[in-house]
């Protein structure tokens, strides 16, 4: 599904600021029907991995093999779901609107967004209020309501970009039953957040990303073996701090 081969990306020096190495020669795979957890502190180079793989920036070198093609070919878009971290809605819509406007730029009939619509929303607890305006969404409803977008055309690829952001307990508890839905259903998932006990529950395997460069890839339990800690937010916090950031 996805393989990165030696990726490189530098962003340019700007105004008052130096030219950053976000990726210096991270390889890795997410193989069909798996789950791979992207961990890593701010400025890890998370962010970058995933903006490369939707084509909002290009490497400097390596290569990526996305669905059988490159993130360059416009036909392997229609084939990914992309949960942002934030939500950035037109005020003035509803999610009818988000959904029937992005279900026809997936080539889907209405019909099959009418069918969507209902079976996402209702399942995200949304349904009650598809006609409320964006507006008046709460921070959590936004989150629900982006991933109504990004499953609406049932994609062989999931990117999740901090998937629980700005839920309730509540929300998470209900977001994490149905990642682990979708996971069931053998759907392919990329995933990226920064807490390790979701990481550590959901992801087959995981990618530890340290200032642009990979320290591990595997299983958590790996991970935690491979430390000496108890679990993998233990192996995590030990291997990251042994690179010199507490």
Not at 51 to 68: M, P, Q, T, V, Y
Not at 187 to 205: G, M, N, P
Request: with cysteine; net charge positive; glycine share 10%.
């Amino acid at each position: 599904m996805i393989k990165f081969n030696q990726i490189e990306k530098t962003y340019a020096k700007e105004l008052g600021r130096r030219a950053k190495q976000a990726l210096a020669g991270v390889s890795f795979a997410l193989a069909p029907g798996e789950t791979l957890g992207l961990v890593g502190a701010n400025g890890a180079g998370k962010s970058t991995c995933i903006k490369l793989l939707l084509d909002f920036i290009r490497a400097d070198r390596g290569e990526i093999s996305l669905l059988g093609s490159t993130p360059k070919d416009p036909a392997v878009r229609r084939r990914i779901g992309y949960l942002p971290e934030t939500a950035n809605f037109p005020a003035n819509l509803n999610v009818l609107d988000m959904l029937r406007f992005s279900g026809r730029t997936c080539g889907l009939s209405r019909e099959q967004i009418a069918a969507g619509a209902e079976k996402w929303l209702s399942r995200l607890s949304l349904w009650p209020d598809r006609k409320r305006p964006l507006r008046d969404y709460s921070k959590g409803m936004q989150q629900r309501a982006n991933f109504a977008l990004a499953l609406l055309h049932e994609p062989e690829l999931l990117i999740l970009d901090e998937p629980m952001s700005g839920l309730d307990p509540i929300g998470r508890a209900d977001m994490l039953g149905l990642i682990g839905e979708l996971k069931a259903k053998g759907r392919s998932i990329l995933f990226c957040s920064h807490i390790l006990e979701d990481v550590d529950r959901l992801a087959d395997r995981v990618l530890v990303l340290h200032r642009g460069r990979k320290l591990f890839e595997g299983m958590p339990a790996e991970l935690a073996a491979q430390r000496g800690g108890r679990d993998f937010t233990a192996g995590y916090l030990d291997l990251v701090q042994s690179e010199g950031e507490q």
